[in-house]
């Protein structure tokens, strides 16, 4: 891997389930730079979940919040970040994403993500809802948006590991 690679943050963004979290821990380990997961750092910045924020807050709120986070995050020494599923749809934050960062699509068909997805706190979207039907219903708005990525990797069905082989390949 060309050390230039680690001059410019990498960031994950690609439907709930797509295992952002977990493969860009791993290959920030791998590339020996700093990890942070969007949903972390909101939840640690407002003092509650994500789920309690859309309660009392509003969306929208969340949303204004997720975009300053991941400001500030970007602005920092380069890093490997994970993004919340909708933060990449909002036209402030991904103009913010795609010129500073290499920015990553991690696709999955629909039937994987719904084997991944508990019912978290930091995933209200999903609160009471059928899971595969969100789904359906977010990947046909998002992923013509989520497309503008830089790169697509596939992640689904097969080991996270396989994914972050796939990456190291696709950025080398
Ligand atoms: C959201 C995805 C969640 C979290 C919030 C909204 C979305 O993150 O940011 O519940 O709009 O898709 P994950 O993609 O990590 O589940």
Not at 56 to 79: C, N, S, Y
Request: aromatic share 4%; proline share 4%; glycine share 8%.
């Amino acid at each position: 891997i060309p050390a230039s690679i680690r001059e410019r943050s990498i960031v994950l963004v690609g439907l709930m389930g797509s295992g952002k979290s977990t493969i860009g821990r791993r290959l920030a380990q791998r590339l020996g730079m700093r990890f942070a997961d969007a949903d972390d750092e909101i939840e640690r910045a407002a003092g509650m979940t994500i789920s309690d924020i859309f309660a009392r807050f509003g969306e929208a709120h969340f949303r204004d919040g997720e975009r300053r986070v991941i400001q500030r995050l970007l602005t920092g020494k380069p890093l490997v970040l994970a993004t919340g599923g909708g933060a990449f749809i909002n036209d402030d934050t991904r103009a913010l994403i795609l010129e500073s960062s290499l920015c990553i699509w991690l696709d999955a068909d629909i039937p994987t993500l719904v084997d991944r997805v508990a019912r978290r706190s930091h995933r209200p979207l999903l609160k009471d809802r059928d899971p595969g039907e969100v789904l359906r219903e977010l990947a046909a708005v998002r992923n013509p948006i989520y497309a503008e990525a830089h790169l697509r990797v596939s992640s689904a069905s097969t080991p996270h590991e396989h994914t972050v082989r796939a990456i190291m390949e696709a950025i080398a």
